[in-house]
C-alpha cells in the first residue's frame, strides 16, 4: 500500500517533532506545509525534504493526493482547521489539547464524521516505547489490578507567547501538561467512566506572564474505583520532567521517561543540548537520546497512517480528546470552587475552560 502523504499545518515546535519523526516512518510522508509567517514554510520545507510549502493553509488543503492534515497549531486555532480540512475530505491529527471547549470539539467530531474521515488525538505518551512496557504489564496482570496511577509532566514554562495567553491557550498547564496526564490514566486503566474530579491550582511563578496556574493537581476518580492523580507543572526548574507510577494490588512499576534512560553527565564546559527546557548544560546534567523515540512520536505517526490505510483503529480519538477536555473543565470548576465535582457533569458554557476556575 502507498505511503500515507501528510499535509503539516504549522512549522513551531511540535510541528518541528512531527516533521523529524515522520522521516523515521515508511508509512508515512510530510508532503506540504503550511504558516502564516512568511517565508517560514519554505525555509521549514527545505529543512525537512518536504515538497510544497504554503503561507494559507487553505491552499495546502486543496491538494489532492493530501490524504492527513496534522494540526501543530496554537489551540484557539484547532477548531476551525479541524473543520476545514474535514470539508476538503482530510483525515485529521489533532494536537493536545483537542480544542479550547466542549462545543468546538462537538462541532470538530460531527465534521469529521459526516465527512467519513478520522479524528485522531495526537497523545504520544500513548505511544513512548517506556509508557506501552508499562500498560503492557498492567494489561498481562504482572501488578495485580492496578487502582492508581500518578502521571507527571513539568517544567519551567512555555517556549511561546501563546501558551500563555489563556484567551487563545484556555487555561494554564492543567491544560497544556495536565491532558497528557489525566489521558495517560484512563488509557493504561482502559478508559472506565469518570466518577468525580477534585482539582487545586495555582500560580506561583508566573504571575507576571499569564493568568494561568503554573502548579495544577488533579484527582479523577473513575467508577471502577480506580483513581488517576495527575501533577503539572510550568515552575519546575531544571528540564522537563515526565514520570508515572503504577500501583497495584500485588505490584508496582515506575518510570521515568527521559531521565530514566538518559546519560548522567559531567561537563564543566556546558554543551550543545541536554534535554527539553534545560536551562543549562554545565555540571551534573541528564543528557537524553533518541528523544522523538523515546516519547513516541515516530510510533504515533505510523500508527495513524495505518490507520488511514484501513489496517488499524485510532487507538486515541477526537472522542477521547473531548473527554480529557470535559474532565479538565471539572478540574477548574473544582479549583474555582474548592468542591468535588461528580459525575454526570455538564460544564457552564464558558468561553475557555479556565474561566471556570478565574472567571472570564
Ligand atoms: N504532544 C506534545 O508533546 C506537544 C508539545 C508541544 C506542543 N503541543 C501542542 O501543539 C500545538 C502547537 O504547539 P507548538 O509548541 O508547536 O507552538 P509554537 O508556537 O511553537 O508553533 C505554533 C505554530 O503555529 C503556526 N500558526 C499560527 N497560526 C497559523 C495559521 N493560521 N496557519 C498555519 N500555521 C499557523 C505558527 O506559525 C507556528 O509555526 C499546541 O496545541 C500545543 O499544545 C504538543
Not at 495517560?184 to 504571575?207: E, I, L, Q
Request: include cysteine; proline fraction near 4%.
Amino acid at each position: 500500500m502507498s505511503t500515507v502523504k501528510i499535509g503539516l499545518i504549522g512549522t513551531g515546535f511540535v510541528a518541528d517533532l512531527h516533521a523529524t519523526a515522520a522521516r523515521m516512518v515508511p508509512e508515512a510522508e510530510i508532503a506540504a506545509v503550511a504558516s502564516p509567517t512568511p517565508g517560514k514554510a519554505g525555509h521549514f520545507a527545505k529543512e525537512h525534504g518536504i515538497q510544497h510549502a504554503f503561507e494559507d493553509y487553505r491552499e495546502l488543503l486543496k491538494l489532492k493526493d493530501i490524504q492527513l492534515v496534522t494540526l501543530a497549531l496554537p489551540n484557539h486555532l484547532h477548531a476551525q482547521a479541524c473543520l476545514d480540512a474535514a470539508k476538503a475530505g482530510k483525515h485529521v491529527v489533532c494536537e493536545k489539547p483537542l480544542c479550547r471547549t466542549l462545543e468546538e470539539a462537538d462541532r470538530m467530531i460531527a465534521a469529521c464524521r459526516q465527512a467519513g474521515v478520522l479524528l485522531m488525538y495526537a497523545e504520544e505518551l500513548c505511544f513512548a516505547p517506556k509508557y506501552v512496557r508499562a500498560k503492557k504489564l498492567v494489561d498481562e496482570g504482572a501488578l495485580g489490578r492496578a487502582f492508581l496511577v500518578k502521571q507527571s509532566e513539568e517544567h519551567f514554562g512555555p517556549h511561546s507567547a501563546w501558551f500563555w495567553d489563556v484567551d487563545k491557550s484556555g487555561g494554564g498547564v492543567l491544560l497544556d501538561m495536565g491532558c497528557h496526564s489525566i489521558e495517560f490514566a484512563r488509557w493504561v486503566f482502559g478508559k472506565p467512566r469518570v466518577k468525580s474530579v477534585f482539582a487545586s491550582m495555582s500560580t506561583h511563578v508566573h504571575r507576571d506572564k499569564t493568568r494561568g496556574e503554573d502548579h495544577s493537581v488533579c484527582i479523577v476518580e473513575y467508577e471502577t474505583g480506580q483513581v488517576g492523580l495527575a501533577e503539572n507543572s510550568w515552575a519546575k526548574t531544571g528540564g522537563v520532567d515526565d514520570r508515572c507510577e503504577i500501583y497495584g494490588s500485588s505490584g508496582f512499576t515506575r518510570a521515568d521517561l527521559l531521565r530514566g534512560s538518559a546519560l548522567l553527565t559531567y561537563s564543566e564546559s556546558g554543551y550543545g543540548y541536554a534535554v527539553e527546557k534545560a536551562a543549562t548544560t554545565k555540571g551534573y546534567t541528564f543528557t537524553m537520546f533518541e528523544e522523538i523515540w523515546n516519547y513516541g512520536f515516530p510510533q504515533e505517526i505510523a500508527h495513524f497512517a495505518r490507520c488511514v490505510q484501513g489496517k488499524e483503529t485510532p487507538i486515541e480519538t477526537g472522542e477521547d480528546g473531548r473527554e480529557v477536555l470535559k474532565i479538565m473543565c471539572a478540574a477548574y470548576e473544582s479549583a474555582g470552587t474548592g468542591k468535588r465535582i461528580d459525575w454526570p457533569y455538564e460544564p457552564r458554557k464558558v468561553d475557555k475552560p479556565i474561566d471556570l476556575w478565574r472567571g472570564a
